[in-house]
């Protein structure tokens, strides 16, 4: 089995988190994805303290999480910010994996109670800007794959004998969100009238998490991970899986550069850290979002890539 992944924060992004989280849980999912017999390579182009994307492997287990991002002047309730909680969820929802024999939607809601324990006396889990993550486990046992996707990164399954992936994706975020972020597309990116658009646009969205009707994401409520996507394939029939959060996704289901086929063949031959190039180079090619109008001009972006055999 081969590892690889590459991760960038989005380009010219300050750091939103507390001063005082360490990076200590990025670490730890680092040094375990190095543990396989097998090979990893990584790429990490950025401050891990300002990138609220995460990703972790062991030899049988792949976690990636990407933080919803705080826009400036919202407030969130919580004095640790979004880089710590995609850490702490991360790595905590790596070790479950490992130890845990449990279906994979048991351990994201036992990984989700025991984040929030970590700071329910100090931080206002009540407020509806608490840090959350959208989330992919990826889980080989005994002779099968397990699954499990919520919210809008991207898993693709790269299936034998099948000429297209499998892409399974939770696309609540963006039906809900497309009824809410007209006025936001139609403003330049920079602008302070986009500024406002957004943040207006992301607590009208914060209405709708984790409620029925609306989208769900991991928060603080345990419950969650049951509406989760999940699936189990024999493991012998899956060649490869990629896991994308939205920031590197958008090479093809926001700018239709390229299709999830070539993506996967990118990943396979180019490696993660070219996705990401390639993401990055359109990106500056409509920097005022004029083309394909998006929240965010860049984006935190990680993409992993797993092949087995």
């Given at each position: 089995?081969?590892?690889?992944?590459?991760?960038?924060?989005?380009?010219?992004?300050?750091?939103?988190?507390?001063?005082?989280?360490?990076?200590?849980?990025?670490?730890?999912?680092?040094?375990?994805?190095?543990?396989?017999?097998?090979?990893?390579?990584?790429?990490?182009?950025?401050?891990?303290?300002?990138?609220?994307?995460?990703?972790?492997?062991?030899?049988?287990?792949?976690?990636?999480?990407?933080?919803?991002?705080?826009?400036?002047?919202?407030e969130?309730?919580?004095?640790?910010?979004?880089?710590?909680?995609?850490r702490?969820?991360?790595?905590?929802l790596?070790?479950?994996?490992?130890?845990?024999?449990?279906?994979?939607?048991?351990?994201?809601?036992?990984?989700?109670?025991?984040?929030?324990?970590?700071?329910?006396?100090v931080?206002?889990?009540?407020?509806?800007?608490?840090?959350?993550?959208?989330?992919?486990?990826?889980?080989?046992?005994?002779?099968?794959?397990?699954?499990?996707?919520?919210?809008?990164?991207?898993?693709?399954?790269?299936?034998?004998?099948?000429?297209?992936?499998?892409?399974?994706?939770?696309?609540?975020?963006?039906?809900?969100?497309?009824?809410?972020?007209?006025?936001?597309?139609?403003?330049?990116?920079?602008?302070?009238?986009?500024?406002?658009?957004?943040?207006?646009?992301?607590?009208?969205?914060?209405?709708?998490?984790?409620?029925?009707?609306?989208?769900?994401?991991?928060?603080?409520?345990p419950?969650?991970?049951?509406?989760?996507?999940?699936?189990?394939?024999?493991?012998?029939?899956?060649?490869?899986v990629?896991?994308?959060?939205?920031?590197?996704?958008?090479?093809?289901?926001?700018?239709?550069?390229?299709?999830?086929?070539?993506?996967?063949?990118?990943?396979?031959?180019?490696?993660?850290?070219?996705?990401?190039?390639?993401?990055?180079?359109?990106?500056?090619?409509?920097?005022?979002?004029?083309?394909w109008?998006?929240?965010?001009?860049?984006?935190?972006?990680?993409?992993?890539?797993?092949?087995?055999?």
């Open positions: 089995m081969r590892i690889t992944f590459a991760t960038e924060a989005a380009p010219g992004r300050q750091n939103t988190d507390a001063k005082e989280t360490a990076d200590t849980a990025d670490t730890a999912a680092r040094t375990n994805s190095t543990d396989s017999t097998d090979s990893t390579d990584s790429t990490d182009s950025t401050d891990s303290d300002n990138n609220e994307d995460f990703f972790g492997a062991t030899p049988d287990a792949f976690v990636l999480l990407d933080g919803a991002g705080t826009p400036e002047g919202a969130t309730g919580c004095v640790h910010g979004v880089g710590w909680y995609v702490s969820l991360g790595s905590t790596l070790a479950g994996m490992t130890q845990d024999t449990g279906t994979l939607t048991e351990i994201l809601a036992n990984g989700i109670k025991a984040v929030a324990s970590l700071h329910d006396f931080c206002d889990l009540t407020h509806p800007g608490s840090p959350s993550a959208t989330v992919i486990m990826v889980r080989r046992t005994a002779g099968n794959l397990d699954f499990l996707v919520l919210a809008d990164s991207v898993l693709i399954l790269d299936m034998a004998g099948q000429a297209e992936p499998t892409v399974v994706c939770d696309d609540r975020v963006d039906r809900v969100g497309r009824a809410h972020r007209s006025t936001m597309d139609g403003l330049a990116h920079g602008s302070a009238e986009h500024v406002t658009a957004r943040r207006e646009y992301v607590e009208t969205m914060r209405d709708h998490r984790n409620r029925e009707g609306g989208f769900w994401i991991a928060a603080v409520d419950l969650t991970a049951e509406q989760s996507l999940t699936g189990t394939l024999p493991a012998d029939r899956v060649r490869a990629a896991l994308l959060s939205d920031g590197a996704s958008r090479l093809v289901d926001l700018f239709e550069l390229v299709t999830w086929r070539e993506a996967l063949d990118t990943l396979e031959r180019s490696g993660p850290g070219e996705l990401i190039r390639r993401v990055r180079e359109a990106e500056h090619t409509d920097s005022d979002g004029s083309r109008p998006r929240a965010k001009t860049h984006d935190d972006a990680t993409a992993a890539y797993c092949l087995f055999g």
